[in-house]
């Protein structure tokens, strides 16, 4: 690192110090949003001084179960026994419109792969 003493590194500084030509979306960014499991297969998006955005549901599985899914929030790429589609209701629809959203199962291990709010903030700004 650099010659100054520094007693903790965020993974921002680490990434930028030792590999410098990195691109941009590959950095980790600080985030707003986090995600929460509600219990009864919902999943909760919680915005700044975790205050509830907006909730997700999820969606039963259909289709071929071999089919390949990429995580709208962490961009991991697997099956369905790993990733699941969830869906956020567009406010004042009375639920006749929904948003859908893709996310791994697993959702710590999401949230420790998850390098920015790219993917919650598309959801958000579609579903207003």
């Known amino acids: 690192m650099s010659d ?20 941009a979306k590959l950095v980790p ?5 986090r995600l929460e499991d509600d219990g009864d ?3 909760r998006i919680l915005g700044p001084s ?3 955005v ?23 790429t697997g ?3 790993w990733l699941g589609m969830y869906r956020a209701e567009v406010p004042g629809t009375a639920g006749r ?3 859908y959203l893709t996310a791994c199962r697993d959702r710590r291990s999401c949230e420790a792969r998850r390098l920015d ?3 919650i903030v598309a959801l958000l700004r579609a579903a207003s």
């Open 97 to 99: 419109r929904f948003r």
């Open 79 to 81: 099956t369905r026994r």
């Open 50 to 52: 975790d205050a509830l």
């Open 117 to 119: 709010d790219d993917g």
């Open 29 to 33: 960014r600080p985030r707003s949003y």
């Open 4 to 23: 100054e003493r520094k007693s903790t590194w965020t993974d921002r500084e680490i990434v930028e110090e030792l590999f410098p030509a990195t691109p």
């Open 54 to 76: 907006a909730q997700l549901q999820a969606v039963p599985p259909a289709g071929n179960p071999t089919g390949e899914l990429c995580c709208d929030l962490c961009q991991r």
């Open 41 to 43: 297969g919902r999943v």
